[in-house]
Antibody, heavy 118, light 110 residues
Framework: QVHLVQSGAEVKKPGASVKVSCKASGYSFTGYYLHWVRQAPGQGLEWMGLINPNKGGSTVAQKFQDRVSLTRDTFIDTAYMELSGLRSDDAALYYC???????????WGQGTLVTVSS | QSALTQPASVSGSPGQSITLSCTGTSSDVGGYNFVSWYQHHPDKAPKLIIFEVNNRPSGVSDRFSGSKSGITASLTISGLQAEDEADYYCSSYRRSDTYVFGSGTKVTVL
């Protein structure tokens, strides 16, 4: 079955960068877009961006356009989300999720907790 | 990019039906039939319960149903059960390959 396994929790200082990985298994990695979603403490889900694992193209929410980079490695079926210039309000649980098409996020990673602290 | 508007909380007694709303604009909910709903229990990943407005994935209870009218989508939970207590989020495609989530509704079973 479909599995998305994310990298472990991270603790970063303000201004640093964090790179979260999402390893896919159980399906054709290049056949489905992968999205990144975050949830800050006490807040709702927030869409950050998507990557087309087949061609590598990505779309990032306007809010994150100058700070988020989405990449993938098709040899190891893994997608990456790198967030730079970390601020305290970037502390959140970050998820990757597979899109069946049309905002149908049918499988989710377990989440990666990012803590930002000096 | 503002979130879709959902009521902060909705409650109901076991066995009752409740309806959650999700209001957007003509650029998202009103413009596409790409609205989905997610159930989110604390410390678990969100779970897809409705896709493309009114379709249920296999394995999801038929107590969950979706609909849309204009710029507002709705999720109805019938025969409310204790296990339905969770946060619920809608999501929609929003032009130019972007997406948006709703603000979330906390469902309480009284």
């Amino acid at each position: 079955q479909v599995h998305l396994v994310q990298s472990g929790a991270e603790v970063k200082k303000p201004g640093a960068s964090v790179k979260v990985s999402c390893k896919a298994s159980g399906y054709s990695f290049t056949g489905y877009y992968l999205h990144w979603v975050r949830q800050a403490p006490g807040q709702g889900l927030e869409w950050m961006g998507l990557i087309n694992p087949n061609k590598g193209g990505s779309t990032v929410a306007q809010k994150f356009q100058d700070r988020v980079s989405l990449t993938r490695d098709t040899f190891i079926d893994t997608a990456y989300m790198e967030l730079s210039g970390l601020r305290s309000d970037d502390a959140a649980l970050y998820y990757c999720t597979r899109d069946q098409g049309g905002a149908t996020f049918d499988s989710w990673g377990q989440g990666t907790l990012v803590t930002v602290s000096s | 990019q503002s979130a879709l508007t959902q009521p902060a909380s909705v409650s109901g007694s076991p066995g009752q039906s409740i309806t959650l709303s999700c209001t957007g604009t003509s650029s998202d909910v009103g413009g596409y039939n790409f609205v989905s709903w997610y159930q989110h229990h604390p410390d678990k990943a969100p779970k897809l319960i409705i896709f493309e407005v009114n379709n249920r994935p296999s394995g999801v209870s038929d107590r969950f149903s979706g609909s849309k009218s204009g710029i507002t989508a709705s999720l109805t939970i019938s025969g409310l059960q204790a296990e339905d207590e969770a946060d619920y989020y809608c999501s929609s495609y929003r032009r130019s390959d972007t997406y948006v989530f709703g603000s979330g509704t906390k469902v309480t079973v009284l």
